[in-house]
């Protein structure tokens, strides 16, 4: 195979794993961002249903000194009772004092009800926030496991770069222009495979002459249509030896 194209070839596969980890590297910090959204929904969620659970007790609060307020004006009337002169009197406060007793236990029931409500956010809450920091300690784990391949990523993209610089200098002048030219025009993809009479990557069929001179590896020939440098990958021929034995 011609130097300047077996160099060309590996001079692609380099930059291509270089393009591959900026590419993950730069979506590393959205994922980041994705996974705090998560947490925060799941932290809003928590805080949701503590605010629930506060408003609950300070209503529960509030009938609780509703129901003291009318047991307190119960036994008013229960003391004023023993006061009156007149049947009338008598009959009046008897009402008044079951008008008493009956919204002392409405509100005793509302209480219940209350209780009831405020034990069903409990159970909410404390699942919430089990499953919050369940969340937490898998965010974590997911962040540092994403700095990690960041740092593994810059790693191997600079040794990456270094190794290409260094192969970039065995390419003849003409060559490294050629493919430095060919790669900005196409998205950073120079060099591809021709097989079975077809550029791989535009998938435009080769003039059958300029598909006999690919195969020979022996020159820089560009694709009619994309213009990229092809190579040929031969077919290898199975050994004789190994034929035989099966």
Known sequence: ?????????????????????????????????????????????VAAIRQRLAESQTRRRATEAEVASLQ???????????????????????????????????????ILEQMEEAETLARELKVGEAALKSQQDDIMRDRSRLEGEASALQTRAHETLSARTALAKELSPAALRLFEHVSRQRKGLAVAEARDGICTVCHVRLRPQVFNEVRRN??????????RILYFTPVPTPDPGTRQAS
């Open 72 to 110: 307190a004006r119960l036994s008013k009337y229960k003391g004023q009772l023993m006061e009156v002169k007149t049947n009338k009197e008598y009959q009046a406060m008897q009402k008044e004092i079951a008008t008493a007793e009956e919204s002392v236990r409405s509100q005793e029931d509302r």
């Open 1 to 45: 195979m011609n130097s300047d194209l077996q160099h060309l070839i590996r001079l692609q596969q380099l930059d291509t794993e270089i393009e591959s980890a900026k590419r993950r590297i730069a979506e590393i910090p959205s994922v980041q961002l994705a996974l705090d959204a998560q947490l925060a929904e799941q932290q809003a969620a």
């Open 218 to 227: 022996e020159s820089l020939i560009q694709c009619e249509s994309c213009l």
